[in-house]
């Protein structure tokens, strides 16, 4: 099974970085703690203290055009808050 991590980048995922020392993942719906853990260790060369996930549902979307009403859906996704040791940062631009 192949898991899908990409960090989230917002103004309050950052104030989260700052102060709390936790960072924002969205990750793939089918991965677990156990293997967020063990990827963030790998690609940031930290240690995770806690994984905490919350899964948002996709919601739908109108759109009123000119040539009627379009209707879809937003993508579910699972976010991943995860948090390092003391002392230690998650550069997300070093692999730029």
């Keep these: 099974m192949d898991i899908q991590i990409k960090p ?4 309050k995922a950052n104030n989260e970085s700052e102060k ?3 960072y924002t993942f969205a990750v793939s719906p089918d991965a677990n703690k156990f293997q ?6 790998k690609l940031y ?3 995770v203290t806690s994984v905490n996930t919350a899964f ?13 009403l379009l209707k879809g ?13 003391e002392g230690q940062t998650i ?3 070093n692999n730029i």
């Design 8 to 11: 989230l980048i917002t103004e």
């Design 20 to 22: 709390l020392n936790c």
């Design 36 to 41: 967020i853990k063990d990827l963030v260790e």
């Design 45 to 47: 060369n930290v240690r």
């Design 56 to 68: 948002y549902a996709g919601k739908r979307k109108r759109r009123y055009t000119k040539s009627g």
């Design 73 to 85: 859906r937003k993508p579910a996704f699972k976010k991943a808050y995860v948090t390092v040791a």
């Design 91 to 93: 550069d997300y631009y």
